[in-house]
Nanobody, 123 residues
């Protein structure tokens, strides 16, 4: 079993920054991509950023590209999402997830999910 626990969310003013953490335990993630997703009230869950534990490929949604950075600390089995220049439209519950395959951008291709952490950006 794989367990993912997010932390680092909170309330921040527009233009501010937050760093989300995703602590992973269980099976190794070799061959699996890790992703950050978000879901705002009344909207579908969407991919924010994804990367592979083994490999340098990353992907960012157009709405966050240039502002958010996904990174990892293999020694701590932790994935991070550094969020800068936050906008009110970034307000959502943010989820960490592991993909079923080596690469995926569809949320339904991810098989393990954290509980989520709330990010609220005020204007």
């Amino acid at each position: 079993q794989v367990q993912l626990v997010e932390s680092g969310g909170g309330l921040v003013q527009a233009g501010g920054s937050l760093r989300l953490s995703c602590a992973a335990s269980g099976r190794t993630f070799s061959g699996h991509a890790m992703g950050w997703f978000r879901q705002a009230p009344g909207k579908e869950r969407e991919l924010v950023a994804t990367s592979s534990w083994s490999g340098g490929i990353t992907y960012y949604s157009d709405s966050v590209k240039g502002r958010f950075t996904i990174s990892r600390d293999n020694a701590r089995n932790t994935v991070y999402l550094q969020m800068n220049s936050l906008k009110p439209e970034d307000t959502a519950v943010y989820y960490c997830a592991r993909s079923r395959g080596s690469w995926a951008t569809n949320p339904y291709e991810y098989d393990y999910w954290g509980q989520g952490t709330q990010v609220t950006v005020s204007s």
